[in-house]
C-alpha cells in the first residue's frame, strides 16, 4: 500500500523493513489497511524489555528498585520516547503518533501503535486512528 507523505510515495512494506533495519523495533503487523484509511501508515510495533532495561539504566535508574507499577509506567514512557526517534524516518512533511500500551512477559516486550500521517491532516484524526487500532490490538 503506498501513501502519500509530503511530497513523497512511501510504501508501507517498505517502510516496515525501514523500521525494522534502522531502529530497536521489530514491526509485530502491518495495520495500514486495518485503520480503514488511505492516508496514513500503522504499524504495531514491539521492543525488547532488554532495551529498555539498558536506557533506563543509562538515565541514572536501577530497574530492580522499581515497584512492578513504576517499572511498567517506566517501560511505556521510555518506549514511547524511544518511538519518537521514528520522525527521523519519515521526515518534516509528516506528523506520528505513538501509544505504547501492554508489557507482554511472554514475549518480554513492550507493544506499541505507531500511526504516521502528511503533516496537513488534522491531529485530531491521527489521534482518533490511534485510539481505533488500540481497540483492535487489546
Not at 9 to 24: L, P, R, W
Not at 65 to 94: I, K, N, P, Q
Not at 95 to 101: N, Q
Request: charged content about 35%; hydrophobic content about 40%.
Amino acid at each position: 500500500m503506498y501513501v502519500v507523505l509530503g511530497n513523497e510515495a512511501v510504501d508501507s512494506k517498505e517502510f516496515k523493513n525501514k523500521i525494522e533495519s534502522e531502529t530497536d523495533f521489530k514491526v509485530v503487523k502491518d495495520m495500514c489497511k486495518g485503520s480503514k484509511r488511505e492516508d496514513i501508515l500503522a504499524y504495531n510495533l514491539s521492543v525488547s524489555i532488554d532495551i529498555l532495561n539498558e536506557m533506563i539504566i543509562e538515565a541514572g535508574f536501577n530497574p530492580k528498585e522499581l515497584s512492578e507499577d513504576e517499572l511498567f509506567d517506566e517501560y511505556l514512557t521510555v518506549a514511547e520516547d524511544l518511538a519518537l526517534d521514528l520522525e527521523e524516518l519519515v521526515g518534516e512533511d509528516s506528523v506520528l503518533d505513538i501509544k505504547a500500551y501492554k508489557w507482554d512477559p511472554s514475549s518480554n516486550d513492550i507493544k506499541l501503535v505507531l500511526v504516521i500521517a502528511d503533516y496537513e491532516l488534522p491531529e485530531v484524526k491521527v489521534n482518533d486512528v490511534v485510539r481505533r487500532l488500540l481497540k483492535q490490538v487489546e
